[in-house]
C-alpha cells in the first residue's frame, strides 16, 4: 500500500516536472534559417535504437553533404560506435543518454540548427537540455510536446521508427528520397579479426547466442542459456554454440561454458568483430530485437526469446521490413517473464524453439 502511494506521488512529480518543461518549452527561441548542423538524440539502452539510427548519417551525406550531422551516445553504448561512421560528429555521454552540463556546453559550442529528439520517452533533464540549445526542436516523444514544428507521435506496433525518422525529415523539408535499410559497412580489419578468431577455434557451421538484450533488460539467465545450448546441440548436432556479449559478461560466461567444448565464447570482441562473427553464423538464437536488426541486414536467420509482457515484442511485424526482404525467415520463440526480468529456465518452452530452429533449417 506505502509503495502504490509512493509510486502514484512519483508519477504527479513527474507530470509536474513535465508541465513545467512544456511550458519552458512554448518560450524557448527557435532561430530560422539554413540547417547546417542537425543533432539527433537517441534512446539509451538498446542496441536496435544504434541500428536504426545508423541510416541517417549515410543519408545525409549522399543527399545533403553540406550538411553536418552528429549523434549523441551513451558511454556505455560505446562499443556500438561503428554504427555511426556517416555521421561527422559524435558526442558521447559519461552516464546515461541525458546529457550533464560539461557536454551539454561541448554542444551548445557547436551550435546544431536542429535537434532530432529520438528518445521514446522525454525526460524532463531532456526538456530542459533541449531548452538551453536555442535550437529548432522536433521530438519522436510519447509525451506530446509543444513545439513550433508539430512532432509525429511514436506507435511502435504499426509504424516503424524508420518512418517517423523519415517524416521529421520531411518536417525539415529534407525531401530527398532516404534510403532506410540497414547497411551496416563493416571494415576490412573487423572481417579479417573474425575470421582469424573463427580459424583459431576451428568453428565452421555455427550458431551465435547471447545473453543480455541490453544494460536495461536482464535477458537470457545462465541457466535459460544452458537450455538453449541443450536444445542447439540436439537439433544441430554438427553446429558449434558461440556466445556473444560484452567483456563483463565473458567471466561468467567461461564459469558456466568453459569446459564445453561445442561452446566457443567471442564475448569481449568488439562490436564489429561480433556482428562480422554474426555475419558468417548459420543462426542466431538472442533474447533481443537488437542482434535480429543485425542479422536481418546480413540475411543471417534468426530465432529471438522474448517476454510476453516485454514492449519489444511489438516490433515484430516491422522486422521484416527493416531488411527489405532480406531475411523473411525469421522465427520467434515465446518466453513469459515480466519485462525487466531475466527469462529463466521456466519462461521459454524447448518445443518451440526446436520447431522454430527445424522450421528454419529445412527450408
Known amino acids: 500500500m506505502l509503495r502504490r502511494r509512493i509510486d502514484r506521488l512519483n508519477d504527479q512529480v513527474r507530470a509536474l516536472k513535465l508541465k513545467l518543461v512544456i511550458a519552458l518549452f512554448d518560450h524557448a527561441p527557435r532561430p530560422r534559417g539554413k540547417i547546417q548542423r542537425i543533432l539527433f538524440l537517441r534512446h539509451d539502452g538498446k542496441i536496435g535504437d544504434s541500428i536504426v539510427t545508423s541510416f541517417l548519417g549515410h543519408e545525409l551525406r549522399r543527399n545533403y553533404p553540406e550538411i553536418e550531422s552528429a549523434v549523441l551516445i551513451s558511454q556505455n553504448n560505446l562499443w556500438t560506435q561503428p554504427y555511426f561512421s556517416g555521421y561527422s560528429k559524435t558526442f558521447v555521454v559519461k552516464k546515461g543518454i541525458w546529457p550533464s552540463i560539461r557536454s551539454a556546453l561541448e554542444i551548445r559550442k557547436w551550435k546544431p540548427d536542429v535537434v532530432v529528439n529520438l528518445a521514446y520517452d522525454l525526460k524532463p533533464k531532456t526538456a530542459f537540455f533541449l531548452c538551453a540549445l536555442d535550437s529548432q526542436v522536433i521530438s519522436l516523444s510519447r509525451q506530446r510536446l509543444k513545439a513550433e514544428v508539430a512532432e509525429p507521435r511514436i506507435d511502435r506496433s504499426r509504424v516503424h521508427f524508420a518512418d517517423q525518422v523519415v517524416h521529421c525529415l520531411e518536417l525539415l523539408d ?70 556473444l556479449g560484452t567483456r563483463e559478461e565473458r567471466s561468467e560466461l ?64 516491422s522486422l521484416v521490413w527493416a531488411g527489405r526482404g532480406a531475411n523473411k525467415r525469421s522465427l520467434f520463440a515465446v518466453g513469459r517473464a515480466d519485462y525487466k526480468d531475466e527469462v529463466d529456465a521456466s519462461t521459454f518452452s524447448e518445443t518451440e524453439l526446436q520447431q522454430a530452429i527445424n522450421a528454419l533449417f529445412s527450408k
Open 254 to 317: 567461461n564459469d558456466a561454458f568453459g569446459l564445453d567444448s561445442k561452446v566457443k565464447i567471442a564475448a569481449g570482441l568488439s562490436f564489429a568483430v561480433q556482428m562480422a562473427i554474426v555475419k558468417k553464423s548459420d543462426l542466431i538464437v538472442t533474447p533481443d530485437t537488437s542482434w535480429v536488426h543485425v542479422a536481418s541486414a546480413f540475411a543471417t536467420p534468426s530465432v529471438i526469446i522474448y517476454r510476453q509482457e516485454d514492449s519489444a515484442a511489438m516490433e515484430f511485424p
Open 174 to 243: 529534407l525531401t530527398k528520397p532516404v534510403e532506410t535499410t540497414y547497411r551496416i559497412q563493416l571494415p576490412d580489419a573487423d572481417m579479417a579479426q573474425a575470421q582469424a578468431f573463427l580459424d583459431e577455434q576451428g568453428m565452421d557451421r555455427f550458431v551465435c547466442l547471447n545473453l543480455k538484450a541490453s544494460a536495461a533488460l536482464k535477458g537470457l539467465s545462465l541457466q535459460a542459456a544452458a537450455r538453449v545450448v541443450a536444445t542447439i546441440k540436439t537439433v544441430l548436432p554438427e553446429h558449434q554454440i558461440c556466445f
